[in-house]
């Protein structure tokens, strides 16, 4: 059952360039429709035909219509701890109603989820990990609620990315916590969730190359290699383990 008190949070508030950029276009269709694309693509398990989702990090709700259109849910849960963007995440799931007739909106904590066990077919965790202190408890609270079977959808950018000097001007982040991809990979493989390789992908798009944001590739200068780069993505679909 989730806990009845919710705990003090660590929490290290984003910069208004932060809250501002996850209104842009950029983030919408270069980020997020994007990610979640790539994200069913790895689904190898089958799901519900109305899935149940539980978006934790919802910021200001710009997935729902994202979600809506790729799983066709019968119910959203948004979660998130910092309200003004809860209240901006409300505007945007009335704008969703005609996909998603049930969207709740929740005030709390990852590591403290404020929902019962077993209750979701798909936890989303887009971009929400390297905002978070306390991992391992987070991952722990997405497996209790994720339903026998359920999918753990999880994309991340590493700490080749959130460490660059681009990143570290314009966002705050809590960097003692940063991980590399095959850190991140591990860390969901011992928090008792199962994939494979089919199951995990490793994009390398533009706007995750803090150096040059892709420049030198497209005047045809560099072309990083697979094994031979730091990664600055990872994407996982994973599966909660019996």
């Not at 997405?142 to 700490?159: H, I, M, Q, W």
Request: with cysteine.
């Amino acid at each position: 059952m989730p806990p009845s008190h919710p705990s003090t949070v660590p929490f290290v508030p984003e910069t208004a360039f932060g809250i501002w950029f996850l209104r842009t276009h950029t983030w919408e269709h270069h980020v997020l429709r994007v990610a979640i694309d790539d994200l069913k693509r790895l689904i190898d398990t089958p799901l519900p035909a109305a899935p149940v989702i539980v978006d934790v990090g919802c910021g200001q709700g710009i997935s729902f219509r994202l979600l809506a259109d790729a799983f066709k849910p019968r119910r959203i849960v948004g979660i998130d701890y910092h309200e003004p963007s809860l209240a901006l995440a409300a505007n945007a799931a009335q704008a969703c109603r005609d996909k998603v007739a049930d969207i709740e909106l929740l005030h709390g904590d990852c590591a403290e989820l404020p929902l019962p066990d077993a209750s979701a077919d798909i936890v989303f965790c887009h971009q929400t990990f390297h905002h978070l202190v306390e991992q391992d408890r987070a991952l722990a609270e997405f497996r209790r609620v994720l339903k026998p079977g359920g999918v753990l959808l999880f994309a991340e950018s590493t700490d080749a990315y959130i460490r660059s000097w681009v990143i570290r001007l314009l966002f705050r982040h809590p960097m003692q916590v940063q991980k590399s991809a095959d850190g991140y990979l591990d860390m969901i493989r011992r928090g008792g969730f199962s994939f494979t390789e089919r199951n995990v992908s490793l994009p390398y798009l533009w706007w995750s190359r803090a150096k040059d944001f892709g420049l030198l590739e497209r005047l045809g200068l560099y072309r990083p290699q697979p094994g031979k780069r730091r990664e600055t993505l990872v994407n996982v679909a994973a599966v909660k383990a019996d």
